[in-house]
């Protein structure tokens, strides 16, 4: 039904197009009674729920929340951050603090629906204490927080991270729907026009008002699943300022190198205010010691904790004053983002606004070159220990470690786990990671790509300033060559493993050799490859739950793959349908609507990015 749906178009597209479009498509079908639901919540809250695991117990904790027209949805924002934030909550610290407890693991979450809210709370901790003690200790700890003065100076702070948020996620296009999925679909328009102007309008003396009275909701929640009314009148634009040191010109790229060997690339770009730098540390694998792989992994995932300049909370402080969103490892809870997961580089990626850009490239230089490795040791020995393990039962993993063995050599670099193994990270010791850090984070062995609208000499001027300054690479790491593997017609290497998964997961390919100017046509056919398997073997005999074709290659050699997760009754069926698709593809009579599709889609892929 055209009423009970929206479309969220972003681009630069001419509106009266868009409209004139939708409007030939949509706007002669008839709307329809859409469904009202009369949801009466009587349960009193606090609602819990008690998860035995192995060596720990979650408890998990319903509390009523606003609804989204809710007049406490705006102040319920603030109480929010202010008590439940993951780094910085005082309710979380308050329950992190009580050590009779054995908590390792604190998180909330947010739920609105128009007819209701929930706040869900999930507490983790040892399985010889007691459920009931830690149900009194998290009611307590939202009690204490009633008392909490909220001051000017934090709401102002806040105002600050969401408004530099909204400009952030608007840049990101190809994500913005599903970012805004949840708001958009209670919401409809008025996510857009309201919840900001919302926050900007919120006082301190509002936000105390309700963070006195929530815990007397607990046993009314009607009264936060009231509609009340919201103000229209302010909008994120002062913050999408642009630094005096923008210019407005074409898009530019500008390179420079410093003494150091630190080779820095800018992409001028005056469509936007918003700041990108990515760092790249080229060799990841091939810098590690054959037994302690993941230890990269591992240096990576202790940055951006504290300093030897600035302890946790200060440096937590400082990237919110600025809205800065940084990733310095792959999230390894999202399983299809890999592209940055490979033992051919390591990275870290920073984002602001451009008016923030000497205090970002100064926090980026503090944490690449000071963190505080002692402090978080520990902690984030623990987690790489916990993901290793995830990764040596994860079929997908194992199976790609295993080829890339048998295609590259036990050896070689790129047969490596990029987060290492249970071994090899309990091998590694504090000494080691400082070891690397001096040796890793280099001028010649790290590249700065920056997207922003500064111009070149403000940009160079000021990463010179700090970078500069970064020792130079006392260590020269070569990668061997990729050894080749299609060498004599109908020679085949098979290899296989077991690990207890109803999954079944196949990888097929070579190494070959060839001029490194047929890149592109490699890359074109074999895009075209991955999207007639995709057609045969998941949409038309469901065999596949995950597949493809890829192809990279360093200088002339080239690596060509084919993989496919399925079940374990279709592993043979699925290896001899791809061999099969091969060989009917070497024998296609592609069109140039077909080559066309196919570098349409290439390219769309690359402006996404």
């Known amino acids: 039904s055209p009423n009970n749906m929206i479309a969220l178009v972003v681009g630069d597209l001419n509106k009266e197009e868009i409209y004139q479009k939708f409007s030939e498509y949509f706007g002669s079908q008839s709307p329809k009674d859409i469904p009202v639901k009369n949801l009466a919540l009587e349960q009193t809250f606090p609602f819990y729920h008690l998860q035995q695991k192995e060596k720990t117990q979650i408890l998990t904790i319903k509390l009523p929340a606003p609804t989204f027209y809710s007049d406490a949805f705006i102040p319920f924002q603030f109480y929010n951050t202010l008590g439940l934030d993951s780094e910085t909550g005082r309710i979380i610290k308050d329950l992190k603090s009580r050590e009779n407890l054995q908590i390792t693991k604190v998180q909330s979450s947010y739920e609105f629906h128009p007819e209701f809210g929930l706040l869900n709370l999930q507490i983790e901790f040892g399985n010889e204490v007691d459920p009931e003690l830690v149900k009194t200790a998290a009611v307590a700890a939202f009690k204490n927080f009633d008392s909490f003065t909220v001051k000017p100076e934090n709401i102002e702070q806040i105002q600050k991270a969401e408004a530099i948020s909204e400009i952030l996620q608007t840049d990101k296009i190809l994500y913005y729907g599903f970012l805004k999925a949840q708001e958009l679909a209670v919401g409809g328009i008025d996510a857009f026009t309201r919840m900001i102007p919302g926050i900007f309008a919120a006082s301190a003396g509002a936000v105390n008002d309700f963070t006195g009275k929530y815990v007397t909701y607990w046993k009314q929640p009607s009264e936060l699943f009231e509609a009340g009314e919201w103000t229209e009148k302010v909008t994120v634009e002062p913050y999408r300022q642009k630094s005096e040191s923008s210019i407005k010109s074409e898009s530019e790229i500008f390179t420079h190198t410093f003494e150091n060997g630190f080779h820095t690339i800018l992409l001028q770009n005056t469509d936007n205010s918003v700041l990108s730098m990515h760092f790249l540390f080229k060799n990841r694998s091939a810098w590690e010691p054959m037994d302690k792989t993941g230890i990269i992994d591992f240096l990576h995932r202790s940055l951006f904790q504290s300093t030897e300049n600035m302890n946790k909370l200060e440096l937590q402080k400082a990237l919110n004053d600025i809205g800065a969103e940084i990733k310095t490892n792959d999230w390894d809870f999202i399983p299809y983002d890999d592209y940055y997961n490979v033992p051919q580089f390591s990275y870290i990626r920073f984002l602001t606004l451009d008016q923030y850009f000497e205090k970002a490239v100064q926090l980026s230089y503090d944490n690449i070159m000071y963190p505080n490795l002692e402090e978080s040791f520990d902690e984030s020995k623990t987690r790489m220990m916990a993901l290793a393990g995830r ?105 296989s493993m077991q690990i207890g998964s109803q999954q079944s997961y196949v990888y097929l390919g070579y190494t070959f050799q060839a001029d490194p100017r047929y890149e592109m046509p490699l890359e074109i056919m074999t895009s075209m490859l991955s999207g007639k398997l995709a057609f045969s073997l998941r949409e038309q005999k469901g065999w596949a739950y995950r597949l493809g074709s890829r192809i990279s290659n360093w200088k002339d050699r080239y690596v060509f793959v084919n993989y496919i997760g399925t079940g374990r009754e279709t592993t043979q069926p699925a290896i001899q349908g791809i061999l099969q698709e091969i060989e009917q593809f070497k024998q296609w009579d592609f069109q140039e609507k077909d080559l066309q599709r196919v570098k349409n889609s290439i390219t769309a892929a690359l402006v996404r990015i």
């Open 391 to 495: 990764n040596q039962s994860n079929a997908r993993e194992m199976a790609e470690l295993q080829f890339s063995k048998v295609l590259f050599g036990e050896g070689h670099p790129y047969a490596r786990s990029v987060s290492g193994s249970v071994e090899t990270i309990e091998n590694i010791t504090l000494q080691d990671l400082q070891a690397i850090h001096a040796e890793y984070f280099t001028g010649g062995n790290t590249i700065l790509a920056i997207v922003s609208s500064l111009d070149s000499a403000t940009v160079f001027g000021l990463v010179s300033q700090y970078f500069g300054k970064m020792p130079t690479t006392t260590r020269e790491i070569s990668v061997p060559e990729i050894p080749l593997t299609l060498s004599e017609a109908g020679q085949t290497t098979s290899d």
